[in-house]
């Protein structure tokens, strides 16, 4: 089973990028395997997701994917 969760916030600027790398760099350090997904098109958090999890992180956009948003999202989730 895979088991995950979803930061979301109120607005931008209001902390979910700082809230995700420490929570993804504290799951690295204790030997927890994540796979970090980022939604939208702010690209530069997916290196940075990839600096704190050691992981690439996956890009799902709504608008550009559609429908195949769902299998893309469990074919990286499946080895977390």
């Known amino acids: ?11 931008s600027g ?3 990028t700082t809230l ?6 504290t799951f690295k ?3 927890i395997k994540v796979q970090p997904f980022k939604i ?5 958090d997916t290196s940075w997701h990839k600096n704190a ?4 992180s996956v890009n799902l956009d709504l608008f550009s ?8 999202f469990w074919k990286y989730a499946k080895n977390s």
């Open 40 to 44: 939208g098109p702010d690209y530069i």
């Open 53 to 56: 999890s050691g992981v690439d």
């Open 14 to 16: 209001c902390g979910k």
């Open 65 to 72: 994917m559609g429908e195949e948003i769902e299998a893309w």
């Open 29 to 31: 350090n204790r030997g």
């Open 1 to 11: 089973m895979v088991k995950g969760f979803i930061i979301a916030g109120t607005h």
């Open 20 to 25: 995700t790398l420490g929570i993804l760099r």
